[in-house]
């Protein structure tokens, strides 16, 4: 159980020095209780205290890492139940999973098609992000014969090797141990096997069995034997048992301090129907899984479950905001049109790819209006007629723009008369309602 500012606090010198950049001991007890200092900052503390604290301020759900370099993926170290209580901290992998029953050719496309999953999306690049091999074909030798063209066609990409017989795991292991992929497929029947093996090459052990129960008894025995960095499957067969166990999971780490299932969890969304896989797979990102086994990855599909984590994952009390600028867009004279919107970053990024589209050189004046949306600025008085005027006078970025004209979004038509009367000289356009309005617009007034 995470312990409290004050219990915290009696470890502490109490000398109340500031060394740690707080006023008081107590202070810096509150922001360690609340996760936001780290008990470094203290240069007296105790070698003790530091150990007692070390403990209660790990993240309740274990930290660990599959893969290697830019593309390894980080699961665990969440610290809420849910996302308005501060932020989930490692958003759910993705992994498409392959049977090594396919043709090397249908494999190779497969692995590439992982490979070539990212899209960039709000600013942020999100992507398929590993790929699971499962063992299916009864012959070891086949088996780490795909792994290593699985790993080959995707270099970088995590790996998963998917596969409850612990002989041919530990051949796929032994040549594809330096990507340090996630050896999934511990069970009640080869624990001993799996966990020595995992014990050997350094990996994360993925432990299988038929409810939670089982589960718990088989991390215990990996953890034993010298594993500590495990995930759990508890093989929920539903969409309703995803939620039901891994909820459960998350509630005992987090609120009973419950170490024996303080690990990350891994589902098996694999379906025969894609639209079934689809939703099932959506829910497991939304509750709670940090891997998420897909055997698809279309692009609508990867699109869906991409927004679905991004949304989740992103900080709620920081808003997505660009910078205040004037974004030039395809190298627009300086008679182009000027646009002016919020510094949201979906806005930005919705209107910004409109122009581009529109293919007419533009600029897009973005205003800084603390990454709220243009209503929604509008309504909380940053979005007016004396600050877009003030912005315009003052701001950086028009001294390029010789036709005095500004457009502004449809939404906020009712701002034109003002602007007229702030910005004198100028003429104010109303633009579009919605973002995709814009192409035809531009489009018109460049014919
Ligand atoms: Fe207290 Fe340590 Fe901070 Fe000094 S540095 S105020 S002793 S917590």
Request: aromatic share 6%.
């Amino acid at each position: 159980m995470a312990m409290t500012g004050v219990e915290i606090f009696k470890l502490l010198p109490k000398t109340n020095c500031k060394k740690c950049g707080f006023p008081t001991c107590l202070a810096f007890a509150m922001k360690l209780a609340q996760r936001q200092a780290d008990i470094s900052a203290c240069p007296d503390v105790s070698e003790e205290a530091k150990a007692t604290l070390g403990e209660a301020s790990a993240p309740p759900i274990r930290g660990m890492k599959i893969g290697t370099g830019e593309k390894a993926v980080k699961m665990g170290e969440e610290n809420v139940m849910f996302r308005h209580e501060k932020r989930f901290v490692n958003p759910c992998v993705l992994a498409l999973n392959v049977q090594d029953s396919l043709s090397d050719d249908e494999l190779g496309g497969r692995a590439a098609e992982v490979a070539a999953s990212e899209i960039d999306r709000v600013g942020q690049r999100l992507r398929v992000d590993a790929l699971s091999i499962e063992f299916v074909s009864g012959d070891a030798a086949r088996y780490a014969a795909v792994v290593k063209l699985a790993a080959d066609k995707a270099p970088d990409t995590a790996l998963i090797l998917n596969c409850t017989d612990a002989g041919a795991a530990k051949a796929a292991a032994e040549a594809v141990a330096a990507r340090k992929p996630l050896l999934y497929g511990a069970t009640a029947a080869n624990i001993d096997d799996m966990a020595a093996l995992a014990k050997e090459h350094g990996l994360i052990l993925g432990v299988r069995g038929e409810g939670l129960d089982e589960v718990v008894d088989l991390t215990a025995k990996a953890k034993a034997a010298g594993v500590n960095d495990l995930v759990m499957d508890g093989s929920p067969k539903t969409a309703r048992e995803i939620i039901e166990q891994n909820t459960q999971v998350r509630r005992s780490a987090i609120k009973k301090g419950d170490k024996a299932v303080g690990y990350p969890v891994i589902t098996n969304c694999v379906r025969e129907d894609t639209m079934v896989e689809t939703a099932v797979a959506a829910v497991a990102v939304a509750k709670y899984s940090a891997i998420v086994l897909i055997s698809h990855a279309e692009k609508w599909k990867n699109l869906a479950l991409f927004t679905l984590r991004q949304n989740l994952y992103t900080d709620p009390q920081v808003p997505m905001q660009v910078p205040q600028k004037v974004y030039e867009i395809a190298d627009p004279a300086g008679d182009a049109p000027l646009m002016i919107t919020t510094n949201f970053s979906l806005t930005y990024f919705i209107v910004a790819g409109e122009v581009e589209n529109a293919k007419v050189p533009a600029r897009l004046a973005v205003m800084d209006c603390e990454g709220l949306s243009v209503l929604t600025a509008w309504a909380a008085g940053k979005f007016t007629a004396n600050k877009i005027a003030q912005y315009i006078n003052e701001g950086e970025g028009f001294d390029k723009v010789t036709n005095k004209e500004l457009i502004i979004p449809g939404q906020v038509a009712i701002l034109s008369g003002a602007l007229e009367d702030k910005l004198p000289g100028w003429k104010i356009t109303v633009g579009p309602r919605e973002a995709n309005g814009i192409p035809a617009f531009l489009k018109g007034r460049a014919a």
